[in-house]
């Protein structure tokens, strides 16, 4: 299994353009309250909305609308859930094919 490592900026608030698994991707990450939260849309399809972002876990539960592999974060100094003033240096958002 391939993976990638999407670079992510320290912001609260951001939202990129990528190419995943050979797909045009936009990917909105945002802050409430205490933990982040994504958005994915795979050419201009909604894949996910208002998915929590959590240590670990695949946010990508919904395979079945096209959009193939593994979206995570991985805390590179511990176990904790991503926070956005890590995202340069301590917190990666990786996807796996």
């Not at 900026?9 to 190419?19: A, G, K, V, W, Y």
């Not at 995943?20 to 399809?45: A, S, T």
Request: net charge negative; aromatic share 16%.
């Amino acid at each position: 299994m391939a993976s990638y490592l999407i670079p992510l900026q320290n912001l609260p608030d951001q939202t990129f353009f990528i190419e995943l698994g050979g797909k045009d991707c936009e990917i909105h990450i945002y802050l409430r309250h205490r933990y982040m939260y994504m958005d994915l849309k795979v050419e201009d399809k909604q894949i996910f909305q208002g998915i929590i972002c959590l240590n670990g876990v695949n946010l990508n539960q919904y395979e079945h609308l096209g959009f193939k592999g593994e979206l995570k974060f991985i805390d590179t100094q511990g176990e904790e859930d991503p926070y956005y003033t890590g995202f340069e240096d301590r917190w990666e958002l990786v996807y796996a094919q």
